[in-house]
């Protein structure tokens, strides 16, 4: 670990020729800190200085450029091209302007650099940094590709802000595994995927000790942006460390909340749910539909899709008492990323989606091979939503649903084989599986020989007998699900039937609801879904450790 600083190496007016390399206190026992200080910051800001009394405000330009754990290590003159290349393409100092932005590049690690310049060119005018951000990522991939690094992926400008060095900092000394700016992200979605008001939204985030502060317009007195800040994070003089929403993530700003939690009226109350299995059942579907609007071309309603499939995965996590619980919350965390991108989001398309979830969000209990129905689901939705973003250049968002991808298939590999044995263990009889044979054979003639031969056939057999009992017949019941999506890329088309055929619903249990309701008696009691206690706000599961 050292410090080295590199300049411009332009001529200043009417002094010699500053050295390309400063004095180096790491190597030169005769130079101080001080003195390097002093003469770092007499060469960059000679600019600013020559304007006397005009120096623009916020006239400082910062860029750190560091290479990916692992990548290999770079010489002094390496990082110098490095630095040179990155001011040139930022329009900070382009390749051979006399009077471009004086500046300095200070190397204090093997793996990173700081740039730092004042944005006062030499002919009194401010250099052209209009999206200097996304040009510098730009010119970072090629110098990637070109020194033999680690190749990262490209962004959109869509990504939330990363923890600063101070932050992590921080959160080390504390003894936590996340910032704090992490922390309140991760928050502030799921209880955003859980509420369904804005007034909700505030008031579980209180409860779960975040503060919150609201900013108020002049003149309506309505919210127009709020900040949040973490239980026990203070600066140096005690107070809270604040985050804006939009600091946070771009969707979760006060305007894109608003377009995912619209204020409800007074009469659009929670429904009543008498089945416990309906609000699993509702999610599966809205969950399949999703995978047939990724297909549709209509690139707005699929990002809405994308948006809602995320809060989707923080209630499914929530509802879930399953050991691969944790896999589900990590996959949530994950699709954060894949979520959103450049293009706007059509929420209102994707209503079915986000109210299924949030239903789901308050359910009672967790039938089980519902569950996994569910679970099969977001596996090959999270696999379309990567093919999706790749499809469209997307490379941040595919990489991030593709993990998410891996956590959810690590969750059903888990539970799967289990509930799958209980099922064939629970095999009808001989004469009713040929039956069922039968049955598939015409159905889906095409298919029927693979099916037979997958080896999740005889839990396809249970699957049916239980279906049968609940009132479907099960060759139209084939039929019909065997069309909702093609079969021919599915290893294992048994036990992708097994699940379409679980999350369908039970046709006596509507018909005898159907009945009372006509009767004018209901068929159960039933609790109305609270608002502001989500099962995504359980308090041992969401504190941050002070």
Not at 53 to 73: F, L, N, S
Not at 417 to 443: C, G, I
Request: aromatic share 4%; glycine share 6%; proline share 6%.
């Amino acid at each position: 670990m050292r410090d080295h600083a590199v300049t411009d190496g332009r001529p200043e007016d009417g002094v010699d020729r500053v050295d390309a390399g400063a004095p180096d206190p790491g190597r030169d026992p005769a130079a101080t800190y001080t003195q390097l200080a002093k003469r770092l910051d007499h060469h960059v800001d000679l600019r600013t200085r020559e304007l006397g009394g005009k120096k623009p405000p916020q006239h400082v330009w910062h860029c750190p450029v560091r290479t990916a754990p692992g990548d290999r290590y770079l010489t002094d003159a390496e990082w110098a091209e490095v630095a040179r290349r990155i001011v040139h393409a930022t329009g900070i100092a382009p390749e051979g302007d006399e009077n471009a932005c004086r500046w300095i590049a200070v190397r204090h690690a093997d793996d990173h650099i700081h740039l730092m310049a004042t944005t006062v060119r030499a002919d009194g005018r401010r250099p052209r940094t209009h999206h200097d951000g996304q040009r510098a990522q730009a010119e970072c991939r090629k110098i990637e590709a070109e020194f033999g690094l680690r190749r990262l992926k490209s962004g959109d400008l869509t990504a939330p802000r990363t923890p600063t060095g101070a932050e992590r900092a921080k959160a080390e000394r504390q003894g936590q595994t996340v910032t704090a700016r992490h922390w309140l992200r991760e928050q502030a979605y799921a209880v955003a995927a859980a509420v369904r008001t804005e007034a909700d939204y505030f008031t579980v985030l209180q409860s779960l000790g975040i503060k919150v502060k609201t900013r108020l317009g002049p003149e309506t007195g309505d919210v127009i942006g709020y900040s949040l800040a973490a239980p026990g994070d203070t600066n140096a003089a005690g107070e809270p460390v604040w985050y804006g929403g939009s600091k946070l993530a771009p969707d979760l700003s006060i305007n894109r909340l608003r377009e995912r939690l619209p204020d409800q009226k007074v009469t659009d109350q929670p429904r009543y749910v008498a089945d416990p299995a309906e609000p699993w059942r509702h999610t599966t579907t809205a969950i399949d539909t999703a995978r047939t609007v990724l297909d549709s071309g209509d690139d707005a309603a699929a990002q809405g899709h994308l948006a809602a499939f995320g809060d989707a995965l923080y209630n499914i996590a929530d509802a879930t008492t399953a050991p691969y619980r944790a896999e589900l919350r990590a996959a949530a965390m994950a699709f954060n990323r894949a979520r959103r991108s450049a293009t706007r989001a059509d929420h209102q398309a994707a209503t079915a989606l986000r109210k299924a979830a949030k239903e789901l969000a308050y359910a009672s209990n967790e039938p089980g091979g519902l569950a996994l129905a569910l679970l099969f689901a977001t596996v090959h939705l999270a696999r379309a939503a990567a093919k999706w973003h790749e499809q469209r250049g997307h490379e941040q968002q595919a990489a991030a649903a593709e993990e998410a991808l891996r956590h959810l298939q690590a969750g059903y590999q888990q539970a799967a084989p289990l509930v799958l044995a209980d099922l064939a263990h629970r095999a009808p009889r001989a004469a009713t599986a040929r039956r069922y044979e039968q049955d598939v054979r015409a159905a889906l003639p095409d298919h029927a020989d693979r099916i037979l031969a997958d080896p999740t056939w005889t839990a396809l057999t249970t699957t049916l007998a239980q279906a049968e009992t609940a009132g479907h017949n099960p060759r139209r019941l084939l039929a019909e699900v065997g069309t909702q999506r093609e079969l021919d890329s599915a290893e294992r088309p048994a036990e992708v039937l097994n699940w379409r055929i679980t999350a369908q619903p039970n046709r006596r249990t509507q018909a005898a609801r159907s009945r009372s309701t006509i009767s004018g008696t209901s068929a159960r009691s039933a609790t109305p879904y609270p608002l502001t206690t989500p099962v995504a706000t359980r308090p041992e599961e969401r504190s941050r450790p002070r």
